[in-house]
Structures are given as structure tokens and as C-alpha cells.
Nanobody
Framework: QVQLVESGGGLVQAGGSLRLSCAAS????????MGWFRQAPGKERELIGA????????YYADSMKGRFTISRDNAKNTAYLQMNSPKPEDTAVYYC??????????????????????WGQGTLVTVSS
């Protein structure tokens, strides 16, 4: 099983850009699909999107399309979340998660019976206006 550590969070101005990283330990990173989630204060965790094990395909929640880009580099055991033109309402703790099944990541916030195998600890992103 991998362990995940997010980094890259912090304070960003609205309209800027920010890239978050999710570094995985272990040799089996390419065996896992990866997902990105966020949780704003007082709100439930929501899915941003997910990427297949090879990185060949991505899925985004409808509300996130066009604003976020998920990628991965299996040689570096790292997944990425690119935030473009963030808004103050994007302020949240951002989490990465791993599961062998992409579907589990996609439904993690809607199906209580599906929980990704591994979660990172989260990184706080604050978007200033």
C-alpha cells in the first residue's frame, strides 16, 4: 500500500495559478488510480476528479471541468492538481487519494460503501480576493 503526502498549498491570489503535488511512497504507485478532493470549511468533501493508473484518462466532476487539471508522473511517483484562475470559493483543504479502481474514487463522495484505500493528510489552499 502506498502512503500519500500532499504539498504545494498556501496562499494564492484570485486569478493566479497553483499546482499541488501528491507524492507517493512505495513501488506500486502505477497500480493505483489517483483522485483529488477538497473540503471547504463547513462543507462536505467533494470530488474534483481522478486519473487512471497510466494517466491516459481523466475524469472531472462537472463543476470542476475547465478549472482544474489532473496529471501524474509515474516515474516520479507523483500526482498533480493544477488550479487555474482560482477563486476565493476554492479555499479548502485539498486531498489526494489512491485506489486500484478509478470508479471507487469517482463515487467516493456519493457512495458511503466506497472508500478509497489511501488518503493523504491534506494541504490547505487559501485564495485571496
Amino acid at each position: 500500500q502506498v502512503q500519500l503526502v500532499e504539498s504545494g498549498g498556501g496562499l494564492v491570489q484570485a486569478g493566479g495559478s497553483l499546482r499541488l503535488s501528491c507524492a507517493a511512497s512505495g513501488r506500486t504507485f502505477s497500480s493505483y488510480a489517483m483522485g483529488w478532493f477538497r473540503q471547504a470549511p463547513g462543507k462536505e468533501r467533494e470530488l474534483i476528479g481522478a486519473i487512471t493508473r497510466s494517466g491516459g484518462s481523466t475524469y472531472y466532476a462537472d463543476s470542476m471541468k475547465g478549472r482544474f487539471t489532473i496529471s501524474r508522473d509515474n516515474a516520479k511517483n507523483t500526482a498533480y492538481l493544477q488550479m487555474n484562475s482560482p477563486k476565493p470559493e476554492d479555499t479548502a483543504v485539498y486531498y489526494c487519494a489512491a485506489d486500484t479502481m478509478l470508479h471507487t474514487l469517482v463515487v467516493a463522495t456519493t457512495d458511503k460503501d466506497r472508500n478509497p484505500e489511501v488518503w493523504g493528510q491534506g494541504t490547505l489552499v487559501t485564495v485571496s480576493s
